[in-house]
């Protein structure tokens, strides 16, 4: 019966690991193979130590993720902060919901939000032309990174100027931070995301700078610089043929819900920035939630019969319903 002596062997080498009288009950496992079964005896010393091992796992594998979800979290400020709501007015916030995405909006560092609404109201307004800050018709690059190395075409500014920013100058978080723009990006892009795995678990500073600070900060960066690039090249465009910005699902995905990229050129006013609402769509759910918290309300939809009607006269044919 080699399968009875290989576990009592393999209970053998636990007892060595985590009990050393437990030995003598192996043993006696092994001797009593031919009569009766003998009694299961639980040792509780390695239950107990074995839970705790797997429930440190369990925890360990969460700490690492967790600092990746606090930072998903706080891109909030940029995706449900400066865009939907800043840019679009597509919901509204309560006081203290603007506060928090003001802060969040310092930590992805990605210009103040006054300018980035206005820079964003002008893409929307004038999109692959000369006035939009990161026209995509002159190529990825300029449209992902390139538009921030070199100075303003004069279009951009000129259009900018005529642009109606009365709500946006009337909104105190807006102008708060503005105006302590740089000093906030300080504390929250770089400050606090090396300080707090540094202080709380003992994290080298090193590895703090590297990681959740600069690696943090680019990979944010570039996730949202793909809606300006990948989303106005590459994908279907289900719901306006004649316009550039296009339906693309790895943008969707990197930045969390900014992807369906057609549907919102389409639709700008829509809060969900998509057809499908909270579907793959991480900042919807967050708006909802906020809703459901009390924090903030009147979110802009646009109905069904609207969205078919569009799809039906200036859509590309691949359009799929969920
Ligand atoms: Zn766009
Ligand atoms: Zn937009």
Not at 42 to 48: E, L, T
Request: a positive charge; glycine letters at 8%.
């Amino acid at each position: 019966d080699g399968g009875e002596g290989g576990s009592a062997a393999g209970v053998f080498g636990y007892s060595n690991l985590f009990c050393s009288t437990c030995i003598v009950n192996t043993v006696h496992v092994f001797q009593s193979t031919q009569g009766p079964k003998p009694p299961r005896i639980i040792v509780w010393r390695n239950v107990i130590s074995m839970s705790l091992l797997h429930a440190g796992a369990v925890y360990g594998l969460f700490v690492i993720p967790s600092l990746i979800y606090l930072f998903i979290f706080l891109y909030m400020g940029v995706t449900a902060g400066a865009h939907r709501l800043w840019s679009h007015r597509s919901y509204k916030a309560t006081l203290p919901l603007r506060i928090f995405l003001g802060v969040a909006n310092s930590m992805a560092f990605q210009n103040d939000i006054f300018e980035w609404a206005r820079d964003h109201r002008v893409h929307h307004k004038y999109s692959e032309t000369d006035a939009d800050p990161h026209n995509a018709v002159r190529g990825f690059f300029f449209a992902h990174i390139g538009w921030l190395l070199v100075r303003k075409h004069p279009d951009v500014i000129e259009k900018g100027r005529k642009l109606e920013l009365t709500d946006l100058l009337a909104d105190k978080v807006v102008m708060f931070q503005r105006k302590y723009y740089k000093l906030s990006v300080l504390l929250m892009c770089f400050f606090v995301p090396s300080f707090v795995p540094w202080y709380l678990w003992g994290e080298s500073l090193w590895v703090a700078y590297f990681v959740p600070t600069l690696l943090r900060y680019t990979l944010v960066l570039n996730a949202a610089w793909l809606v300006n690039s990948a989303a106005h090249m590459w994908g279907n465009r289900p719901y306006d043929t004649n316009i550039n910005p296009r339906e693309n699902k790895f943008v969707t995905f990197s930045a969390i819900g900014e992807g369906f990229h057609n549907y919102h050129h389409t639709f700008p006013y829509d809060y969900a920035a998509s057809e499908f609402g909270s579907k793959l769509n991480f900042t919807t759910c967050f708006i909802d939630f906020m809703c459901f918290l009390g924090l903030a309300k009147d979110r802009k939809r646009v109905s069904h019969e609207m969205v078919q009607a569009r799809v039906q006269r200036t859509g590309d044919g691949s359009h799929r319903s969920g």
